[in-house]
């Protein structure tokens, strides 16, 4: 199994080919939140997750699985699927109610939430980590460690009562091994290989420079942004010719609707150090060439829009201003023939000869 998993993540993790950068272990994780509003209502969600990307969700009503993928049932059987259904609807079933049975006794107060995350890493070179971990309200809880349940330091006296009574159920904990240490494993290598052209596509990034809020007089808050970019292990930072600088704030990944991502990356300094400082992306997509936006070439792009826009404004201000004076100034002269009946005869037939105009 060691052999085969070394064999296939050599050929299948994303960017497995690439920089030492994108050498990332790949984590398959299932996630389920009970949310308890009272002793009687409690509500369920389920998900499945290949690193960021949702390749399942879960129907708690009909007790089955939400495949988000064409690829999302990796190599299992039907038969194989529908144990692992019937298992995580026995589990969402019965955990609720050992919460909702000992909530004065752990001092649960409602509403409150429970996550649970179970599953299984895979890193080149290393032998498989399942794992499987209890939140409340958000904070560790307890976590499966070789067959035992272990109490979170932050959990204080709750988590362990609540370790003391999950290691009582032995015949559980052993199934729990199991899946983590074979099942989630063989799942996500099947994941792996049936969505291997989805997972290794390449999309190039797109990117741009912009200020953010100013940090305080004579500062900038140069911002990179890079959009668009798959797979989602990107190296972004500003710097200063080779030089890395340190100061360097990056975001968070956030990921896109079309399933590329999006990163900002921000650094402050001072206005007068602006000047030789650029933002390099690198990512698999790029074939090992780096893309570099200088801050000098960002900066004149504005300068010379308001150098243009600005005289243009005023040519067609004055411009407007002319056309409005010489409106209001000037009057038609008379340059037709007046009326040959004289006016002082009203309807008179007698008609002025020339001599008279």
């Known amino acids: 199994m060691l052999l085969l998993q070394l064999v296939l993540l050599t050929v299948l993790v994303p960017g497995g080919d690439s920089d030492d950068d994108f050498q990332e272990p790949i984590t ?100 498989s980590v399942g794992f499987m ?93 890079v959009s668009g970019f798959y797979p989602k292990p990107v190296w972004v930072m500003w710097m200063r010719g080779d030089q890395e600088q340190q100061g360097t704030r990056r975001g968070e990944v956030l990921p896109h609707a079309d399933g590329t991502w999006y990163l900002q990356t921000s650094l402050d300094v001072e206005a007068r150090e602006a000047a030789g400082l650029s933002c390099r992306v690198r990512h698999s997509s790029l074939e090992g060439q780096d893309m570099v936006f200088y801050w000098e070439q960002h900066r004149p792009v504005g300068l010379v829009f308001l150098v243009v826009l600005v005289p243009l404004v005023l040519l067609a201000g004055l411009a407007f201003w002319l056309w409005k004076h010489w409106k209001s100034h000037w009057r038609p002269q008379c340059t037709g023939l007046p009326s040959e009946r004289d006016p002082s005869s009203p309807g008179s037939s007698t008609y002025l000869n020339p001599a008279q105009w």
């Not at 179970?118 to 032998?127: A, I």
């Not at 032995?170 to 074979?182: E, F, G, P, S």
């Not at 799942?187 to 290794?200: N, S, T, V, W």
Request: glycine share 8%.
């Open 133 to 225: 971990q209890i939140a409340y309200e958000g904070s560790d809880l307890v976590s499966f460690q070789n067959m035992s349940w272990w109490p979170s330091p932050k959990g204080g006296r709750r988590a362990q009562q609540v370790s003391k009574l999950f290691n009582q159920y032995h015949v559980v904990n052993l199934r729990i091994r199991a899946h983590i240490i074979d099942i989630c494993p063989r799942f996500l290598l099947g994941l792996l290989e049936a969505g291997k052209a989805d997972l290794q596509r390449q999309v190039r990034p797109e990117a741009w420079l912009s200020t953010g809020p100013s940090p305080g007089p004579g500062h900038l808050l140069l911002v990179c942004h």
């Open 28 to 127: 398959f994780r299932s996630i389920m939140t009970a949310s308890f509003y009272n002793h009687s209502w409690t509500q369920n969600l389920g998900s499945a997750w290949l690193d960021g990307l949702q390749t399942h969700g879960w129907d708690s009503k009909k007790g089955i699985f939400m495949y988000k993928r064409p690829w999302s049932k990796g190599n299992f059987s039907e038969k194989e699927l529908r144990e692992e259904e019937r298992t995580l609807q026995t589990f969402s079933m019965i955990f609720p109610l050992i919460f909702q049975n000992h909530v004065r006794q752990w001092q649960l107060e409602y509403p409150f939430q429970v996550q649970v995350a179970k599953g299984c890493g895979l890193h080149v070179g290393e032998p």
